[in-house]
Nanobody
């Protein structure tokens, strides 16, 4: 079965950095656009960043643009989220998601598979 396993979360001070990883198995990774979402306590889950199959196309929410970088390593079936200049409002559970696509596209909705999430806590 499809598994998306996130890792790399933790506690960091404001201004610090973290790198999240998501290892995928049970699917043909090269067929899937990948994305990161997050959900803070009491809030709805929101899109953070997405990346196309080739990795040439990326998309970011306004709140993380220029601070976060999404990337992927197709031979390793892994997607990453480098998070810099972290703020207290970045505190959330971060989820990896996969969406089967027919072209080198990105989406903010309609994801097929989800990971269990990894907690990121930013202390101010």
């Amino acid at each position: 079965q499809v598994q998306l396993i996130e890792s790399g979360g933790g506690l960091v001070q404001a201004g610090g950095s973290l790198r999240l990883s998501c290892a995928a198995s049970g699917l043909t990774f090269n067929w899937y656009a990948m994305a990161w979402f997050r959900q803070a306590p009491g809030k709805e889950r929101e899109f953070v960043a997405g990346i196309s199959v080739s990795g040439r196309r990326t998309d970011y929410s306004e709140s993380v643009k220029f601070r976060f970088t999404i990337s992927r390593d197709n031979p390793k079936s892994t997607v990453y989220l480098q998070m810099n200049t972290l703020r207290s409002e970045d505190t959330a559970v971060y989820y990896c998601a996969a969406k089967k696509v027919m072209a080198d596209s990105i989406a903010r909705v309609g994801y097929d598979f989800w990971g269990q999430g990894t907690q990121v806590t930013v202390s101010s």
